[in-house]
């Protein structure tokens, strides 16, 4: 019940394409899901996070969509660069008096120029 | 504004060593969380520390143990050292004993022989 389940393991996407990463819970009391980017030789970066009262979040190229009902949500990365290359981590934790982070296996991504 | 630094940045240690791995944490942050990244996974929760004590734990044997200082910053000491401890360890700051907007380290790569 303490898992996120992530996928595709990894992806490969053309320079301008959109990447989409999937993932999944189970506890329905996670009520803080984060996304996180990871460069080689780096700790993970707060990329974009949601609440579970909305259904989608955009920040500049990355939104997150969020469905509730199937305890589902993704991040999508419009205009794919190749300095997006990286690994891409969700995340769920009960943010409120919560003090950890669940985190799923990760995708890594690579942008072809 | 300081960022989150961790040392040493790689260790290598024989089977039943110990360790002492430390972490400063951000500027204006009171939490620290650490971190286990194996190669190829997400990071899994070891601990986390607010006001000098451990405000919470992960699936870790009491070997894994820890410390906050009164300016904040980290140890973790693992005992006794097994060949699966072989990791990247990352500490995390964040604000008031919470896990929300973790700022992450680059990490320890510890490998143990």
């Known amino acids: 019940q303490q898992q996120v389940k992530q996928s595709p393991q990894s992806l490969i996407v053309q320079k301008g394409g959109i990447s989409i990463i999937n993932c999944a819970y189970e506890?329905?009391?996670?009520?803080?899901f984060p996304w996180y980017q990871q460069f080689p030789g780096k700790g993970p970066a707060l990329l974009i996070a949601?609440?579970?009262?909305?259904s989608e979040k955009k920040e500049g190229r990355f939104t997150i969509s969020f469905n509730k009902s199937a305890k589902q949500f993704s991040l999508h990365i419009m205009d794919s660069q190749p300095g997006d290359s990286a690994t891409y981590f969700c995340?769920?934790?009960?943010?409120?008096?919560?003090?950890?982070?669940?985190f799923g296996a990760g995708t890594r991504l690579f942008v072809k120029a | 504004e300081t960022g989150v630094t961790q040392s040493p940045t790689h260790l290598i240690k024989t089977r039943g060593q110990q360790v002492t791995l430390r972490c400063s944490s951000q500027?204006?942050?009171?939490?620290v969380s650490w971190y286990q990244q194996a190669l190829g996974q997400g990071p899994q929760f070891i601990f986390q520390?607010?006001?000098?004590?451990?405000?919470g734990r992960g699936n870790f044997p009491p070997r894994f143990s820890g410390l906050q200082f009164p300016n904040y910053s980290s140890e973790l000491n693992v005992n006794a050292l097994e060949l699966d401890d072989s990791a990247l360890y990352l500490c995390?700051?964040?604000?008031?004993?919470?896990?929300?907007?973790?700022?992450f380290g680059s990490g320890t790569q510890l490998s143990v022989l």
């Open positions: 506890n329905t009391a996670f009520d803080y």
């Open positions: 500027s204006g942050h009171n939490t």
């Open positions: 995390a700051s964040s604000k008031g004993g919470t896990n929300e907007k973790l700022f």
């Open positions: 520390y607010y006001r000098e004590e451990e405000n």
């Open positions: 995340a769920a934790s009960m943010g409120t008096g919560g003090f950890k982070t669940i």
């Open positions: 949601i609440r579970p009262d909305v």
